[in-house]
T-cell receptor
């Protein structure tokens, strides 16, 4: 299994541009999570999906952020327009419901720099 | 908010056991204790989890007190590659998110 795959690994963009981060969860997993990590705030949950349906997006900082999961094998996190304070590492994770003690598996992250 | 308390940092000599404590005094009966670690620039990695009983796998052992208000993660023979931030997390079962605190930065020293 290739694990959770995120792309791109690094993204450098200018303020005001649209940024799209992509995630392919582990095959067969039915939950997907987007996290953001900064030095100041640590690892923060942005949004998560169960069976492709958004369950909790209360962590999404602003309307500039949106996330979609059109099918079980793909999700996107979009920032439009981007701002320098959005610079962070964005992680995607997936898991499979077993009835207890589920493990989250994380991707390698996307390092976003907004200039 | 994280429901756990961990020391911000610890050192351990290479080859020795690393014992990382965690307090979770408000844990509920249906909450598991999870441990993850994050090596620099990588995504968090699952280590181990437990509900009531002690657990052991190829990476570590998890010791949970009888009242479940605290636990200890044990890396039996720490190596330099175990240098990382270790997160203790309590979480109910089901596909709910992990809520990360600040963790313990473990430095394994040669």
């Amino acid at each position: 299994d290739a694990g959770v795959i995120q792309s791109p690994r690094h993204e450098v963009t200018e303020m005001g541009q649209e940024v799209t981060l992509r995630c392919k969860p582990i095959s067969g997993h039915n939950s997907l999570f987007w996290y953001r990590q900064t030095m100041m705030r640590g690892l923060e949950l942005l949004i998560y999906f169960n069976n492709n349906v958004p369950i909790d997006d209360s962590g999404m900082p602003e309307d500039r952020f949106s996330a979609k999961m059109p099918n079980a094998s793909f999700s996107t996190l979009k920032i439009q327009p981007s701002e320098p304070r959005d610079s962070a590492v964005y992680f995607c994770a997936s898991s499979f419901r077993l009835g207890g003690g589920e493990k989250l598996f994380f991707g390698s992250g996307t390092q976003l720099s907004v200039l | 908010d994280a429901k756990t308390t961990q020391p911000p940092s610890m050192d351990c000599a290479e080859g020795r056991a690393a014992n990382l404590p965690c307090n979770h005094s408000t844990i509920s009966g249906n909450e598991y204790v999870y441990w993850y670690r994050q090596i620099h620039s990588q995504g968090p990695q699952y280590i181990i989890h437990g509900l009531k009983n002690n657990e052991t796998n190829e990476m570590a052992s998890l010791i949970i007190t009888e009242d479940r208000k605290s636990s200890t993660l044990i890396l039996p023979h720490a190596t330099l590659r175990d240098t990382a931030v270790y997160y203790c997390i309590v979480r109910v079962s089901g596909n709910t998110p992990l809520v990360f605190g600040k963790g313990t930065r473990l430095s394994v020293i040669a």
